[in-house]
């Protein structure tokens, strides 16, 4: 609201003393040729502009050729300003529009076209600037102020700088000024402080991941995290995911954990298998059933479904399983 008073306290000296026309009060036959023929002027209740100077025609239709007269500042970019009833009908009675507002409710408000640079924004650029001062590029920024919003003019191609910038490697901390726009005699600066934070470059999953379901290579994107929050459980290298398979669903794009992915289970308890022996000149088969799950390379027991023997066999494929020699008697 503050900022809004000012812009009105600005507003009226550049319509009061600098773009008020010198026969302004008095007939104008000028004034009565631009009004005339061009049908019922009214005001629009809201506009947004992108230039600092609101013009008549902003605030008025059917101005004629004074469309183009400026007559008050604009707010700040990204701001706005309201005009009431009595302010309006001032402007409108100094350049001899055909307007009386018939209510004192009456108003205009006008925004200030702007670009929003983002916080994230901010951070790369300060990050860029504190590396030519001796910060490490693994590092993540934290602004004490994480609200921070700049906004610049909707025209504007510039966009922002980083200035005066310090930095303490001992503590991380730095501190920097940001001219918003760039390169602008009008620029506005704001200083903001912060710290770096070391960070660690972790895979995650890039979908949804059910149990059962293989992670291949094209399953994983890398993000960045803080050192200092990284469990020692997380996985933080795709050898460590690629080729598993989750114990339960995993959401996409959290760290994952050691014990909450497994090797696929090519045997489940409770199944048929094949049992295998091979040895010189001779190679035996029999059917038993799996008494736990088995990954790859596990070695699992298995009941032999003709004798109900109980051996040991290793998990070779997908419901087939190696036996040692010495349990030959087992598979008969």
């Known amino acids: 609201m503050r900022s809004l008073i000012i812009t009105m306290i600005l507003a009226l000296p550049l319509f009061g003393l600098s773009l008020m026309p010198a026969n302004a009060g008095q007939p104008s036959n000028n004034a009565e040729h631009n009004s005339a023929g061009l049908g019922k002027v009214t005001v ?3 506009i947004a502009v992108d230039s600092h100077l609101i013009k008549l025609g902003d605030l008025f239709t059917n101005t004629g050729d004074q469309a183009g007269i400026e007559v008050a500042y604009a707010p700040a970019p990204g701001k706005r300003a309201v ?8 402007m409108a009675h100094a350049y001899k529009l055909s307007w009386r507002p018939l209510s004192d409710r009456i108003r205009v408000i006008v925004t200030r076209q702007s670009l929003v640079i983002s ?6 650029l300060i990050l860029i600037a504190l590396a030519e001062k001796g910060a490490r590029q693994d590092t993540e920024v934290e602004l004490s102020n994480r609200l921070l919003r700049l ?17 303490d490697a001992r503590s991380q901390r730095f501190s920097a000024v940001i001219a918003a726009p760039a390169g602008n005699g009008t620029s506005k600066r704001t ?7 070391t960070t660690t470059e972790v895979p995650v999953l890039s979908r949804r991941i059910l149990a059962g379901e293989v992670i291949k290579a094209e399953d994983l994107k890398w993000v960045k995290l ?6 020692s ?6 050898s460590g995911l690629i080729g598993l398979t989750p114990r339960r669903g995993l959401r996409a794009g959290y760290p994952v954990q050691l014990s909450a992915v497994q090797r696929p289970i090519l045997v489940a308890k409770g199944s048929l298998v094949t049992m295998i022996l091979r040895a010189p000149k001779m190679l035996l088969t029999a059917q038993g059933k799996a008494l736990e799950n088995g990954a790859e390379g596990d070695v699992i027991r298995i009941s032999n ?8 066999a290793e998990v070779i494929a997908s419901g087939r399983v190696a036996v040692r020699p010495a349990t030959l008697v087992a598979m008969n």
């Open 44 to 46: 629009r209740e809201s």
């Open 83 to 90: 005009f009431d009833a009595r302010w309006l009908y001032r």
């Open 119 to 124: 916080r994230q924004e901010i951070e790369e």
């Open 151 to 167: 906004h610049v003019p909707g025209n504007d191609i510039e966009g922002v700088s980083i200035e005066e910038v310090s930095f």
């Open 191 to 197: 200083r903001v402080r912060g710290r770096l934070f």
């Open 226 to 231: 803080r050192s200092s929050r990284l469990q």
């Open 233 to 238: 459980n997380i996985i933080i290298n795709e």
């Open 305 to 312: 479904s003709h004798s109900k023997t109980i051996i040991e």
